[in-house]
């Protein structure tokens, strides 16, 4: 159920719309892609493209399948964020996700990327 929340407000804060912002700040460094799995691409940067899957759904079933949960926290997450695009870009959305983390309000979130 928080993982619907989270995208939900991402969807918000992304698209900006003025009843949903609720005095929230709006991201204006990515736009939508697609709906379904939820995929941003950076406005600025090409190449630059995360996808969000929610737990529960098959998207995230075959998305998990790729992460090594030795790695990670054995509970499931509520969200898998899949990352493409310049490793050394990382920490673009890891710092859009810390910013906006308290309106977010996610209980887990484990972001993929490749390894090639």
């Given at each position: 159920m928080?993982?619907?929340?989270f995208?939900?407000v991402?969807?918000?804060l992304?698209?900006?719309?003025?009843?949903?912002?609720?005095?929230?700040?709006?991201?204006?460094?990515?736009?939508?892609?697609?709906?379904?799995?939820?995929?941003?691409?950076?406005?600025?940067?090409?190449?630059?493209?995360?996808?969000?899957f929610r737990?529960?759904?098959?998207a995230f079933?075959?998305?998990?399948?790729?992460?090594?949960w030795?790695?990670?926290?054995p509970?499931?997450?509520?969200?898998?964020?899949?990352?493409?695009?310049?490793?050394?870009?990382?920490?673009i959305?890891?710092?859009?996700?810390a910013?906006?983390?308290?309106?977010?309000?996610?209980?887990?979130l484990?972001?993929?990327?490749?390894?090639?």
């Open positions: 928080r993982g619907k929340r995208l939900s991402l969807q918000i992304i698209l900006g719309r003025p009843s949903g912002l609720k005095g929230r700040s709006l991201i204006k460094s990515w736009k939508r892609k697609a709906r379904n799995p939820f995929t941003l691409v950076h406005t600025t940067i090409k190449g630059l493209r995360i996808q969000f737990s529960g759904t098959a079933n075959r998305a998990k399948n790729e992460v090594d030795d790695l990670v926290d509970a499931e997450p509520d969200v898998l964020v899949a990352f493409e695009g310049p490793l050394a870009r990382l920490e959305v890891v710092g859009m996700m910013r906006h983390a308290e309106d977010l309000r996610i209980g887990g484990v972001i993929l990327f490749p390894t090639r």
